[in-house]
């Protein structure tokens, strides 16, 4: 079964950095794609970051530049750094992944950048 796990958010202040953590299971790693999502208190979740297989990155405009996603596909890890933040990068962060098909989620890590 497919699992994965976030874990880094926390309490920062605006200017700072978190990285976050995925670690994952029931899943050939180093063949998917991964996606960092967020979802800020009365917003639709978005698309933060995506890394494929052969680790091309694509990122939403407003994180380019300053966030990093990366992956150590000997840790089943997917990474994303956060620098500069900023209060509206608030918000439950997901790891994703899809899998013939089915998008599988974590359950979140709550980061909360305070000015």
């Known amino acids: 079964q497919v ?7 926390g309490l920062v202040q605006a200017g700072g950095s978190l990285r976050l953590s995925c ?3 029931g899943i050939i790693f180093s ?5 960092w999502y967020r979802q ?3 917003k639709q979740r978005e698309l933060v970051a995506r890394i494929s297989s052969s680790s091309r990155e694509v990122y939403v405009e407003s994180v380019k530049g300053r966030f990093t996603i ?3 596909n000997a840790k089943n890890t997917v990474y994303l750094q956060m620098n ?6 608030t918000a439950v962060y997901y790891c994703n992944v899809n899998k013939r098909g089915m998008d599988y989620w974590g359950k979140g890590t709550l980061v909360t950048v305070y000015s």
């Not at 699992?3 to 958010?9: D, I, N, P, Y």
């Open 3 to 9: 699992q994965l796990v976030e874990s880094g958010g």
């Open 23 to 25: 670690t994952t299971s």
């Open 31 to 35: 063949i998917n794609a991964m996606g």
């Open 40 to 42: 800020a208190p009365g």
């Open 70 to 72: 990366s992956r150590d």
């Open 84 to 89: 500069s933040l900023k209060p509206e990068d």
